[in-house]
């Protein structure tokens, strides 16, 4: 085939394929076409399925290893990775969970593989601090049901924790990795109001004053300095004074 362009989204499109007669054109040599093309379907899929589930342990734990590796082989196949990065690929997973009967059956696993991407996006973000003063790793992932509750049960499998959802209400988790760990917390509503308002771009004295007004009775402020106690705020003196004057 005279076109690359062509010929890689005919090698695409042989390797994805859900039929399993379809070979890849102008695959030669000694093992036929068939044998070749399965050869690279079964690493390709295999080897994007072992990413998903390294980013989505959680999510894989609550599903099983079967029904896991049937949801990452339609998601490869429905969304091939268009970067050589296999760190960011995954990214639509969460999204794409909501629209798969197992995704609608669970209604929860779309969050909790919401926060498995946080997690991961945590680990990978650069430790440095943004513009509004906080942490670059820091993540809010917010759900109407109790993720981190969820999240927590999954981590030990084998125990006898039970959760009845029935009497457990949303959760809004925290995620961060402002040392050599992830940490992740639940948080009340004000506080994340202020780390959304943060997460927006907003400076200190405006997210104070945003989550001050959706909850009066809160002491925001004593959340910057949790914050910064935790490593998830500057400390550094004239940045944080710049942060909390900035349009005050």
């Excluded at 690493?43 to 999510?59: C, M, P, Q, S």
């Excluded at 969304?79 to 197992?102: E, K």
């Excluded at 969820?150 to 402002?178: N, T, Y």
Aim: with cysteine.
């Amino acid at each position: 085939m005279s076109d690359p362009l062509k010929w890689q989204k005919q090698f695409v499109d042989a390797v994805l394929s859900l039929d399993p007669g379809t070979v890849i054109d102008g695959v030669g040599g000694r093992i036929p076409a068939a044998i070749s093309t399965t050869v690279y379907r079964n690493n390709i899929l295999e080897g994007f399925r072992f990413a998903l589930k390294d980013i989505y342990r959680t999510t894989a734990s609550l599903v099983g290893e079967d029904c896991f590796q049937a949801l990452a082989h339609d998601y490869v196949r429905e969304t091939p990775s268009r970067c050589g990065d296999r760190a960011v690929y995954g990214n639509r997973f969460p999204d794409w969970l909501t629209q798969h009967h197992v995704g609608r059956q669970l209604a929860y696993l779309a969050d909790v593989a919401r926060l498995d991407w946080a997690c991961h996006e945590a680990h990978n973000a650069a430790d440095a601090f943004v513009r509004s003063g906080l942490h670059a790793t820091v993540r809010v992932v917010a759900s109407v049901y109790p993720i981190w509750s969820i999240w927590q049960v999954c981590q030990d499998p084998g125990g006898e924790a039970i959760l009845d959802l029935d009497r457990v209400s949303g959760e809004k988790v925290l995620v961060a990795r402002p040392h050599d760990a992830v940490v992740m917390r639940t948080l009340g509503q004000a506080e994340a109001i202020w780390y959304r308002a943060l997460l927006r771009g907003r400076p200190l004295r405006q997210a104070v004053v945003i989550a001050q007004h959706a909850v009066p009775s809160e002491d925001i402020e004593g959340y910057w300095r949790l914050a910064q106690r935790d490593g998830l705020m500057t400390s550094e003196p004239d940045a944080a004074a710049g942060i909390l004057s900035a349009e005050s």
